[in-house]
């Protein structure tokens, strides 16, 4: 067993607003191991290097002090993170919607039955494909740990015994429906009493609109097989709940630390690359669990799509041999998508992608109109899980408040995305920088 100190953190629009350093120090205070963050906007890498940690995942904005990696068929939904070299836990980090935000709509006179309606379409859908991967990781017995900041209230805040707006039991779906797929809110469980608000006590703590609503929007949440031993809450000295003070406080969040203990356990085989997009001259570090050592296994380095017939390189696992790291160069290859597949007495176990781009490569996008659908498309885009592209007046400087549609790219360096019944007329196509509203690149669509 292994005892795991988790956070989540969402940092506000990266962190910078107030004080990156204290950041930093929360997430240090918090006595994390590792940390699911929320609105990066590009800065985990620099937020782990301030750790003195060696392990980030911008792709899924995580920060350990243990090795992590997506294996080969996470989907971009959770990484392993290698308590040991041969024995792993599985952790998922998300940032659910935030807007049209359910209690302000009820402060505002919708109706129960609209709120409910809207959290089922909006944050329900926007979750639904994590549940699937979820469940997949539950059922193979592996344990499952997720942060985030899901914008959502949970059921069991709600109730006779709340203060507040909350004196009115309310089924949120969000929250039932974590449950339902078998998982356990950490906070929850270890203090059932405190009501453990995350949002908002001011940004920058304690300036407040007159009108604001707090709530618990931000969790960790467990599987079954985790034993949860504690949970706090990270902010402000003096704030209601909160166990780990830090003043000056950074975020409009607080940020929420369990302390658990995970059997961690060996992952069944798998390969996953540490960087999903590579410039040309750089290296491909590969991770992976081999099933039988370096004798029978070999790793290589292919053609997206080609048999290892074709490899570019082939390596065996070296050292560690069952669980452990190795590089590919790109020397000698060609700008494209590769795959790097695991085989074991010459039969394919595992295979990944990673994307292969030229020296200095500028994110590019580029549309069409079909009818009344918009087709973007873009390539060498950063490749994180929360870039973005939005369809915009054509020239609009109002990047925050003219997005007319948006979806998130699902954290591909090359891909596509159809906008369906997009009013006639000139537009811009932007695509956004990990959460954020920086410009990455944009296509002007005349007609």
């Given at each position: 067993?292994?005892?795991v ?8 629009i990266?962190g ?12 240090r ?7 699911g963050?929320?609105?990066c906007?590009g800065?985990?890498p620099?937020i782990?290097s ?8 911008e792709?899924?904005q995580i ?9 080969h ?5 959770y990484?392993?993170?290698?308590v040991?070299p ?8 998300v940032?659910?919607?935030?807007d049209p ?8 006179g ?26 997949r990781?539950i059922a ?7 942060a985030?900041?899901?914008n959502?209230?949970s059921?069991?805040d ?14 949120w779906p969000?929250?039932?429906s ?12 270890a203090e059932?009493?405190?009501?453990g ?9 304690p300036?407040v609109?007159?009108?604001?609503l ?5 969790y960790v ?7 949860i ?12 709940d909160?166990?780990v003070?830090?003043?000056?406080w950074?975020s409009d969040h607080l940020?929420?630390a ?9 992952p ?10 590579v ?6 570090p590969v991770?992976y ?7 029978a296994?070999r790793?290589s380095?292919v ?8 490899a ?7 050292e560690v041999?069952y669980?452990?790291?190795v ?8 700008p494209?998508?590769?795959d790097?597949v695991?085989t074991?007495r010459?039969?394919?176990i ?10 200095g ?10 009818g009344?659908d918009?087709v973007?498309?873009?390539t ?14 054509i020239?609009?400087?109002?990047v925050e408040?003219?997005v007319r ?6 954290a591909?360096?090359?891909?596509r995305h159809?906008f369906?019944?997009v ?5 811009t ?5 990990d ?6 690149a ?6």
């Open positions: 067993m292994a005892v100190r988790v956070l989540s953190f969402n940092i506000a990266g910078e607003s107030v004080d990156l350093g204290q950041v930093v120090e929360a997430i205070a918090s006595g994390a191991d590792v940390a963050l929320q609105e906007e800065n985990a620099r782990a301030l750790l003195g940690w060696a392990h980030v995942d792709r899924h920060v350990s002090r243990w090795p992590i990696v997506e294996p068929d996470a989907a971009g939904r990484v392993y993170v290698h040991e041969e024995r792993v836990f599985a952790f998922s980090n940032h659910l919607p935030s935000y359910g209690p302000y709509e009820l402060r505002d919708c109706t129960l039955d609209d709120v409910l309606t809207l959290e089922r379409d909006l944050r329900g859908a926007a979750l639904a494909p994590w549940l699937d991967a979820w469940r990781v193979g017995a592996v344990p499952l740990l997720v985030g900041d899901f959502a209230p059921h069991r709600w109730g006779d015994a709340a203060t507040c707006h909350r004196q009115r039991s309310i089924a969000v929250s039932i974590m449950e339902t797929a078998g998982l356990a809110d950490a906070y929850r469980c059932p009493l405190r009501p608000i995350t949002w908002t006590y001011g940004f920058p703590h300036r609109g007159d009108d604001e707090t709530e618990r929007i931000d949440w467990v599987s079954h097989d985790i034993g031993i504690a949970a706090d809450l990270v902010g402000p000295d003096g704030v209601p909160v166990t003070a830090v003043d000056r950074p940020g929420v369990a302390t658990v203990d995970v059997d961690a356990v060996a069944r085989p798998f390969v996953g690359v540490l960087q999903h997009r410039e040309l001259g750089g290296t491909i991770r669990a081999a099933p039988l050592g370096a004798a296994d790793i380095l053609p997206h799509g080609a048999d290892v017939a074709r570019r390189a082939t390596l065996s696992p070296r041999e669980c452990g790291v590089h590919f160069g790109t020397g000698g290859l060609e494209g998508v590769f790097v695991l074991s010459e039969h394919e595992a295979r990944a992608s990673v994307h292969v781009v030229a020296p490569a500028l994110p590019c996008v580029v549309a069409e109109r079909l009344a918009v973007v498309t873009w060498d885009a950063p490749g994180r899980k929360y870039d973005w592209v939005g369809l915009y007046g020239g609009d400087p109002d408040h003219g549609q948006h979806a998130h790219t699902g591909t360096v090359v891909g159809v369906h019944d009013e006639p007329g000139p537009l196509v932007r695509l956004m920088h959460d954020s509203f920086a410009i990455a944009e296509h002007h669509l005349r007609s």
